[in-house]
Protein backbone atom coordinates (compact mmCIF):
# COMPACT_ATOMS: atom_id res chain seq x y z
CA UNK A 1 0.00 0.00 0.00
CA UNK A 2 2.86 2.35 0.18
CA UNK A 3 2.41 5.07 -2.53
CA UNK A 4 4.73 7.90 -3.30
CA UNK A 5 3.88 11.09 -1.35
CA UNK A 6 5.00 14.94 -1.59
CA UNK A 7 7.67 13.86 0.66
CA UNK A 8 9.39 11.65 -1.84
CA UNK A 9 9.72 14.30 -4.60
CA UNK A 10 11.35 17.08 -5.74
CA UNK A 11 8.24 19.66 -6.48
CA UNK A 12 10.55 23.43 -7.29
CA UNK A 13 9.13 25.56 -9.56
CA UNK A 14 6.75 22.57 -10.62
CA UNK A 15 2.79 23.15 -11.71
CA UNK A 16 1.30 20.20 -9.14
CA UNK A 17 -2.56 19.64 -9.41
CA UNK A 18 -3.75 18.92 -6.28
CA UNK A 19 -7.34 17.45 -5.32
CA UNK A 20 -8.60 18.09 -2.23
CA UNK A 21 -11.69 17.14 -0.28
CA UNK A 22 -13.31 20.97 0.42
CA UNK A 23 -17.15 19.27 0.12
CA UNK A 24 -17.87 21.68 3.49
CA UNK A 25 -21.08 22.42 4.52
CA UNK A 26 -22.48 25.61 3.99
CA UNK A 27 -25.47 27.75 4.37
CA UNK A 28 -26.91 31.29 3.21
CA UNK A 29 -26.06 33.85 5.76
CA UNK A 30 -26.44 37.84 4.69
CA UNK A 31 -27.20 37.48 1.20
CA UNK A 32 -23.59 35.00 0.59
CA UNK A 33 -22.69 31.27 0.88
CA UNK A 34 -20.68 30.62 4.35
CA UNK A 35 -18.84 27.87 5.45
CA UNK A 36 -20.08 25.92 8.43
CA UNK A 37 -17.26 23.73 9.13
CA UNK A 38 -13.68 24.09 7.82
CA UNK A 39 -12.53 20.80 8.84
CA UNK A 40 -11.96 19.57 6.13
CA UNK A 41 -9.96 22.85 4.41
CA UNK A 42 -7.79 22.36 7.66
CA UNK A 43 -6.99 19.04 6.92
CA UNK A 44 -4.98 20.20 3.51
CA UNK A 45 -3.33 22.41 5.57
CA UNK A 46 0.32 20.28 6.59
CA UNK A 47 0.79 19.25 2.94
CA UNK A 48 0.08 22.90 1.05
CA UNK A 49 2.03 23.89 3.79
CA UNK A 50 4.76 21.05 2.98
CA UNK A 51 4.50 21.81 -1.09
CA UNK A 52 4.89 25.85 -0.24
CA UNK A 53 7.78 24.65 1.03
CA UNK A 54 9.28 22.92 -1.96
CA UNK A 55 8.33 25.74 -3.91
CA UNK A 56 5.81 24.48 -5.83
CA UNK A 57 2.99 25.93 -8.00
CA UNK A 58 0.33 24.35 -6.69
CA UNK A 59 -3.16 25.14 -8.28
CA UNK A 60 -6.32 23.37 -6.47
CA UNK A 61 -8.81 21.24 -7.53
CA UNK A 62 -12.04 19.99 -5.77
CA UNK A 63 -16.08 19.75 -6.21
CA UNK A 64 -19.09 20.97 -3.72
CA UNK A 65 -22.26 19.21 -3.64
CA UNK A 66 -24.02 17.28 -6.94
CA UNK A 67 -24.51 20.15 -9.27
CA UNK A 68 -24.71 17.74 -11.38
CA UNK A 69 -23.03 19.56 -14.64
CA UNK A 70 -24.65 22.76 -13.59
CA UNK A 71 -23.12 25.99 -12.52
CA UNK A 72 -25.07 26.32 -9.27
CA UNK A 73 -23.98 29.77 -7.43
CA UNK A 74 -24.36 28.21 -3.74
CA UNK A 75 -21.81 25.69 -4.54
CA UNK A 76 -19.40 27.81 -6.06
CA UNK A 77 -16.06 27.26 -4.24
CA UNK A 78 -15.15 31.33 -4.24
CA UNK A 79 -15.93 31.15 -0.40
CA UNK A 80 -13.31 28.14 0.07
CA UNK A 81 -10.85 29.61 -1.75
CA UNK A 82 -11.12 33.27 0.93
CA UNK A 83 -11.97 30.94 4.15
CA UNK A 84 -8.42 28.96 3.08
CA UNK A 85 -6.20 32.00 2.48
CA UNK A 86 -6.96 33.06 6.25
CA UNK A 87 -6.63 29.71 7.36
CA UNK A 88 -2.90 29.27 5.44
CA UNK A 89 -2.25 33.10 5.53
CA UNK A 90 -1.43 33.84 2.58
CA UNK A 91 -3.11 35.06 -0.56
CA UNK A 92 -4.87 31.82 -2.71
CA UNK A 93 -6.27 33.11 -6.39
CA UNK A 94 -9.89 31.88 -7.61
CA UNK A 95 -10.30 31.04 -11.35
CA UNK A 96 -14.41 30.90 -12.11
CA UNK A 97 -13.56 27.85 -14.67
CA UNK A 98 -11.54 24.51 -14.05
CA UNK A 99 -10.46 24.46 -17.55
CA UNK A 100 -9.53 26.47 -20.74
CA UNK A 101 -7.60 29.43 -21.38
CA UNK A 102 -8.68 31.64 -18.14
CA UNK A 103 -7.45 28.92 -16.27
CA UNK A 104 -3.98 28.61 -18.81
CA UNK A 105 -3.50 32.70 -17.87
CA UNK A 106 -4.31 31.79 -14.06
CA UNK A 107 -1.37 28.98 -13.41
CA UNK A 108 0.63 31.30 -15.57
CA UNK A 109 0.72 33.76 -12.94
CA UNK A 110 1.15 32.13 -10.59
CA UNK A 111 4.72 31.90 -8.28
CA UNK A 112 6.71 28.88 -6.83
CA UNK A 113 4.78 29.01 -3.12
CA UNK A 114 1.72 30.45 -4.82
CA UNK A 115 -1.73 28.72 -4.53
CA UNK A 116 -4.57 28.65 -7.15
CA UNK A 117 -8.10 27.33 -6.66
CA UNK A 118 -10.40 26.19 -9.63
CA UNK A 119 -13.93 26.20 -9.82
CA UNK A 120 -16.24 23.50 -8.83
CA UNK A 121 -14.95 20.22 -11.31
CA UNK A 122 -18.51 18.90 -10.74
CA UNK A 123 -20.08 22.04 -12.72
CA UNK A 124 -18.71 19.36 -15.91
CA UNK A 125 -20.74 16.69 -16.13
CA UNK A 126 -17.30 15.06 -17.45
CA UNK A 127 -15.78 14.90 -14.36
CA UNK A 128 -17.77 12.17 -13.20
CA UNK A 129 -18.09 10.39 -16.20
CA UNK A 130 -14.30 10.46 -15.74
CA UNK A 131 -14.48 11.60 -19.26
CA UNK A 132 -11.02 11.12 -20.68
CA UNK A 133 -10.96 14.40 -22.96
CA UNK A 134 -12.21 16.44 -19.80
CA UNK A 135 -9.28 14.49 -18.11
CA UNK A 136 -6.68 15.51 -20.54
CA UNK A 137 -8.30 19.53 -20.07
CA UNK A 138 -7.52 19.51 -16.40
CA UNK A 139 -3.73 18.30 -16.61
CA UNK A 140 -3.22 20.10 -19.65
CA UNK A 141 -1.65 22.95 -16.63
CA UNK A 142 0.67 20.28 -15.08
CA UNK A 143 3.42 18.63 -14.58
CA UNK A 144 2.48 16.24 -11.26
CA UNK A 145 -0.42 15.59 -9.58
CA UNK A 146 -1.17 15.47 -5.74
CA UNK A 147 -4.40 13.72 -4.45
CA UNK A 148 -5.22 14.42 -0.78
CA UNK A 149 -9.07 13.81 -1.36
CA UNK A 150 -9.33 10.52 0.58
CA UNK A 151 -13.06 10.87 0.67
CA UNK A 152 -13.51 11.24 -2.82
CA UNK A 153 -10.95 8.43 -3.20
CA UNK A 154 -13.93 5.83 -3.34
CA UNK A 155 -14.75 7.33 -6.96
CA UNK A 156 -13.35 7.25 -10.39
CA UNK A 157 -13.68 10.61 -11.68
CA UNK A 158 -11.50 12.57 -14.10
CA UNK A 159 -9.96 14.28 -10.87
CA UNK A 160 -9.42 11.30 -8.85
CA UNK A 161 -8.13 8.72 -11.54
CA UNK A 162 -8.16 10.04 -14.76
CA UNK A 163 -5.95 13.03 -14.78
CA UNK A 164 -3.28 10.74 -12.91
CA UNK A 165 -3.32 8.56 -15.93
CA UNK A 166 -2.92 11.19 -17.87
CA UNK A 167 0.00 12.69 -15.77
CA UNK A 168 1.58 8.91 -15.45
CA UNK A 169 1.13 8.50 -19.15
CA UNK A 170 3.69 10.98 -19.73
CA UNK A 171 5.86 10.46 -16.72
CA UNK A 172 4.95 12.48 -14.63
CA UNK A 173 4.51 11.81 -10.73
CA UNK A 174 1.30 11.51 -9.22
CA UNK A 175 1.84 11.39 -5.34
CA UNK A 176 -0.47 11.40 -2.47
CA UNK A 177 -1.03 14.07 -0.25
CA UNK A 178 0.19 13.94 3.83
CA UNK A 179 -3.57 13.10 4.58
CA UNK A 180 -3.92 10.61 2.31
CA UNK A 181 -1.24 8.76 3.40
CA UNK A 182 -2.36 8.79 7.11
CA UNK A 183 -5.83 7.84 6.13
CA UNK A 184 -3.92 4.79 4.36
CA UNK A 185 -1.80 4.37 7.38
CA UNK A 186 -4.27 4.16 10.19
CA UNK A 187 -7.18 2.27 8.54
CA UNK A 188 -4.92 0.23 6.49
CA UNK A 189 -1.53 -0.53 8.12
CA UNK A 190 -2.59 0.01 11.52
CA UNK A 191 -5.30 -2.08 11.51
CA UNK A 192 -4.08 -4.85 9.53
CA UNK A 193 -1.92 -6.10 12.66
CA UNK A 194 -3.99 -3.92 15.30
CA UNK A 195 -2.63 -3.92 19.10
CA UNK A 196 -4.91 -6.74 21.20
CA UNK A 197 -7.48 -6.24 22.45
CA UNK A 198 -8.65 -4.55 19.08
CA UNK A 199 -12.58 -3.27 19.83
CA UNK A 200 -14.76 -2.41 16.82
CA UNK A 201 -17.63 0.05 17.67
CA UNK A 202 -20.24 0.45 15.56
CA UNK A 203 -23.40 2.47 14.91
CA UNK A 204 -25.46 4.67 12.53
CA UNK A 205 -29.37 3.70 10.55
CA UNK A 206 -28.14 0.91 8.85
CA UNK A 207 -27.40 -2.87 8.52
CA UNK A 208 -27.21 -3.04 5.35
CA UNK A 209 -24.39 0.38 4.64
CA UNK A 210 -22.41 -2.01 7.28
CA UNK A 211 -22.42 -5.42 7.09
CA UNK A 212 -19.70 -6.04 4.47
CA UNK A 213 -17.19 -3.90 7.25
CA UNK A 214 -18.49 -5.89 9.73
CA UNK A 215 -18.41 -9.04 7.73
CA UNK A 216 -14.34 -7.96 7.32
CA UNK A 217 -13.61 -7.29 10.62
CA UNK A 218 -15.15 -9.95 12.28
CA UNK A 219 -11.85 -11.62 10.82
CA UNK A 220 -9.90 -9.14 12.86
CA UNK A 221 -11.85 -8.11 16.22
CA UNK A 222 -11.31 -9.27 19.36
CA UNK A 223 -15.12 -7.42 20.28
CA UNK A 224 -17.31 -5.52 17.98
CA UNK A 225 -20.03 -3.24 19.86
CA UNK A 226 -23.57 -2.48 18.19
CA UNK A 227 -25.38 0.45 18.95
CA UNK A 228 -27.49 3.25 16.74
CA UNK A 229 -30.60 2.19 14.52
CA UNK A 230 -28.58 -0.81 13.52
CA UNK A 231 -28.50 -2.60 16.38
CA UNK A 232 -32.58 -3.09 16.24
CA UNK A 233 -32.23 -5.42 13.13
CA UNK A 234 -29.49 -7.50 15.49
CA UNK A 235 -32.04 -7.47 18.37
CA UNK A 236 -35.07 -9.38 15.58
CA UNK A 237 -32.08 -11.59 14.68
CA UNK A 238 -31.72 -12.89 18.25
CA UNK A 239 -35.43 -12.60 18.71
CA UNK A 240 -36.09 -9.55 20.59
CA UNK A 241 -38.86 -7.31 20.03
CA UNK A 242 -38.18 -4.09 18.75
CA UNK A 243 -41.32 -1.74 18.87
CA UNK A 244 -41.53 1.18 16.53
CA UNK A 245 -38.09 1.25 15.94
CA UNK A 246 -36.32 1.80 12.55
CA UNK A 247 -35.40 -1.65 11.62
CA UNK A 248 -34.49 -3.27 8.31
CA UNK A 249 -36.60 -6.36 8.26
CA UNK A 250 -35.45 -7.56 5.03
CA UNK A 251 -31.47 -7.89 6.49
CA UNK A 252 -32.67 -9.60 9.71
CA UNK A 253 -30.79 -13.12 8.18
CA UNK A 254 -27.87 -10.72 7.18
CA UNK A 255 -27.48 -9.77 11.02
CA UNK A 256 -28.04 -13.84 12.07
CA UNK A 257 -25.32 -14.73 9.81
CA UNK A 258 -22.72 -12.29 11.47
CA UNK A 259 -24.03 -13.40 14.75
CA UNK A 260 -23.24 -16.95 13.76
CA UNK A 261 -19.69 -15.61 12.38
CA UNK A 262 -18.83 -14.16 15.11
CA UNK A 263 -19.74 -16.95 17.90
CA UNK A 264 -17.66 -19.22 15.53
CA UNK A 265 -14.48 -17.11 15.56
CA UNK A 266 -15.17 -16.28 19.38
CA UNK A 267 -15.86 -12.79 18.26
CA UNK A 268 -17.66 -10.99 21.59
CA UNK A 269 -20.53 -9.46 19.97
CA UNK A 270 -22.63 -6.94 21.82
CA UNK A 271 -26.07 -5.43 21.37
CA UNK A 272 -27.81 -2.88 23.65
CA UNK A 273 -29.52 -4.44 26.50
CA UNK A 274 -31.13 -1.73 27.51
CA UNK A 275 -32.22 1.52 25.58
CA UNK A 276 -33.89 5.44 25.72
CA UNK A 277 -37.36 5.01 24.04
CA UNK A 278 -39.78 7.70 22.79
CA UNK A 279 -43.52 7.75 21.65
CA UNK A 280 -43.61 8.76 18.21
CA UNK A 281 -46.28 11.51 17.60
CA UNK A 282 -47.84 12.53 14.18
CA UNK A 283 -47.68 16.04 13.68
CA UNK A 284 -49.48 17.94 10.24
CA UNK A 285 -45.97 18.85 9.02
CA UNK A 286 -44.18 17.32 5.81
CA UNK A 287 -40.56 17.18 5.01
CA UNK A 288 -38.97 18.19 2.19
CA UNK A 289 -39.39 15.07 0.73
CA UNK A 290 -43.40 15.17 1.34
CA UNK A 291 -43.42 12.52 3.80
CA UNK A 292 -45.19 13.17 7.39
CA UNK A 293 -43.04 14.42 10.07
CA UNK A 294 -43.24 12.30 13.77
CA UNK A 295 -42.07 14.04 16.52
CA UNK A 296 -40.29 12.23 19.61
CA UNK A 297 -41.68 12.24 22.70
CA UNK A 298 -41.97 11.59 26.63
CA UNK A 299 -38.47 9.63 26.70
CA UNK A 300 -37.51 7.34 29.44
CA UNK A 301 -34.96 5.03 29.91
CA UNK A 302 -36.04 1.09 29.30
CA UNK A 303 -34.40 -1.44 31.05
CA UNK A 304 -35.78 -4.30 29.02
CA UNK A 305 -33.83 -6.46 26.05
CA UNK A 306 -37.47 -6.09 24.82
CA UNK A 307 -38.52 -2.72 23.44
CA UNK A 308 -42.73 -2.78 23.79
CA UNK A 309 -44.84 -2.33 20.71
CA UNK A 310 -45.50 1.78 21.23
CA UNK A 311 -42.29 3.51 21.57
CA UNK A 312 -38.68 3.55 19.35
CA UNK A 313 -35.74 2.96 20.35
CA UNK A 314 -33.54 6.48 19.80
CA UNK A 315 -30.13 5.69 22.00
CA UNK A 316 -28.57 3.26 24.17
CA UNK A 317 -29.34 3.13 27.85
CA UNK A 318 -26.85 3.66 30.83
CA UNK A 319 -26.42 0.23 31.36
CA UNK A 320 -24.94 -0.45 28.04
CA UNK A 321 -23.05 2.85 28.10
CA UNK A 322 -21.47 1.02 31.31
CA UNK A 323 -21.03 -2.01 29.36
CA UNK A 324 -19.70 -0.73 26.53
CA UNK A 325 -17.58 1.50 27.86
CA UNK A 326 -15.85 -1.13 30.34
CA UNK A 327 -14.77 -3.12 27.22
CA UNK A 328 -13.55 0.18 25.53
CA UNK A 329 -10.89 0.87 28.81
CA UNK A 330 -9.58 -2.63 28.45
CA UNK A 331 -8.70 -2.31 24.40
CA UNK A 332 -5.72 -1.18 22.87
CA UNK A 333 -6.93 -0.39 19.85
CA UNK A 334 -10.19 1.52 18.85
CA UNK A 335 -12.39 1.28 15.56
CA UNK A 336 -15.59 3.68 16.23
CA UNK A 337 -17.49 4.42 12.90
CA UNK A 338 -21.51 5.40 13.46
CA UNK A 339 -23.29 7.21 16.09
CA UNK A 340 -25.31 5.24 18.91
CA UNK A 341 -28.37 6.76 18.79
CA UNK A 342 -29.97 10.33 17.51
CA UNK A 343 -27.01 12.36 18.90
CA UNK A 344 -28.37 15.53 17.61
CA UNK A 345 -30.66 16.00 19.72
CA UNK A 346 -29.70 16.69 23.18
CA UNK A 347 -32.26 14.26 24.53
CA UNK A 348 -30.95 10.89 22.77
CA UNK A 349 -27.00 11.67 23.21
CA UNK A 350 -25.81 10.33 25.88
CA UNK A 351 -25.32 7.33 24.62
CA UNK A 352 -23.19 8.74 21.92
CA UNK A 353 -21.47 11.19 24.07
CA UNK A 354 -20.19 8.66 26.44
CA UNK A 355 -18.27 6.52 24.04
CA UNK A 356 -16.72 9.73 22.71
CA UNK A 357 -15.67 9.87 26.55
CA UNK A 358 -14.64 6.83 27.04
CA UNK A 359 -12.42 6.24 23.83
CA UNK A 360 -10.73 9.46 23.98
CA UNK A 361 -9.82 8.40 28.11
CA UNK A 362 -8.78 4.95 26.84
CA UNK A 363 -6.42 6.95 24.01
CA UNK A 364 -5.08 9.19 27.10
CA UNK A 365 -3.93 5.54 28.30
CA UNK A 366 -2.23 4.43 25.45
CA UNK A 367 -4.69 3.11 23.53
CA UNK A 368 -4.63 3.93 19.84
CA UNK A 369 -7.87 4.90 18.55
CA UNK A 370 -9.23 5.69 14.43
CA UNK A 371 -12.28 7.23 14.22
CA UNK A 372 -14.04 6.33 10.83
CA UNK A 373 -17.45 8.44 9.46
CA UNK A 374 -18.81 11.88 9.66
CA UNK A 375 -21.32 11.87 12.57
CA UNK A 376 -18.45 10.00 14.91
CA UNK A 377 -16.55 12.66 13.82
CA UNK A 378 -19.04 15.68 14.49
CA UNK A 379 -19.67 14.21 17.67
CA UNK A 380 -16.10 14.49 18.95
CA UNK A 381 -16.38 17.83 17.72
CA UNK A 382 -19.22 18.67 19.63
CA UNK A 383 -18.18 16.95 22.65
CA UNK A 384 -14.81 19.03 22.55
CA UNK A 385 -12.61 15.71 22.31
CA UNK A 386 -11.23 15.80 18.87
CA UNK A 387 -7.97 16.30 19.91
CA UNK A 388 -8.11 13.47 22.33
CA UNK A 389 -8.07 10.24 19.79
CA UNK A 390 -5.26 9.54 17.62
CA UNK A 391 -6.98 9.93 14.39
CA UNK A 392 -10.44 10.76 12.63
CA UNK A 393 -11.00 10.19 8.96
CA UNK A 394 -12.27 12.56 6.60
CA UNK A 395 -13.30 9.47 4.61
CA UNK A 396 -17.17 9.22 5.41
CA UNK A 397 -18.06 6.48 1.96
CA UNK A 398 -14.78 5.89 1.00
CA UNK A 399 -13.25 4.89 4.51
CA UNK A 400 -16.24 2.16 4.58
CA UNK A 401 -15.19 1.04 1.25
CA UNK A 402 -11.38 0.83 2.36
CA UNK A 403 -12.37 -0.89 5.49
CA UNK A 404 -14.51 -3.47 3.65
CA UNK A 405 -11.21 -4.18 1.21
CA UNK A 406 -12.12 -2.62 -1.60
CA UNK A 407 -9.22 -0.92 -3.92
CA UNK A 408 -9.97 2.47 -4.16
CA UNK A 409 -9.95 4.03 -7.72
CA UNK A 410 -8.00 7.55 -6.39
CA UNK A 411 -5.54 5.54 -4.37
CA UNK A 412 -4.87 2.90 -7.11
CA UNK A 413 -4.11 5.66 -10.02
CA UNK A 414 -1.25 6.91 -7.87
CA UNK A 415 2.26 6.42 -8.04
CA UNK A 416 3.89 2.96 -5.94
CA UNK A 417 7.14 3.60 -3.86
Known sequence: MAKLTVHDINLQGMRVLTRVDYNVPMAQQGGTMAINDDTRIRATLPTLQAMIKKGAKIILAAHLGRPKGVREPSMSLRPVADKLAELIDQPVAFCEQCVGDSVDQAVDKLEDGGLLLLENVRYHSEEVDNDPTFAEQLAAVADAYVNDAFGAAHRAHASTAGVAKVIDGRGGPCAAGLLMERELRFLGDELADPDRPFVVILGGAKVSDKIKVID??????????????????????????????????????????????????????????????????????????????????????????NISEDVSGVDIGPETVAKFSEVISGAKTILWNGPMGIFEDSRFAKGTFGMAKTVSEATQNGAKSIIGGGDSVKALNMAGLDDQVTFMSTGGGASLEFLEGKELPGVASLTDK
Open 216 to 305: RLLEKADTILIGGAMAYTFMLAKGFSVGKSLVETNEVDTARAALDKASERNVQFLIPNDHIVATLVATDQLNNKGKPVTELKEHRASDSN
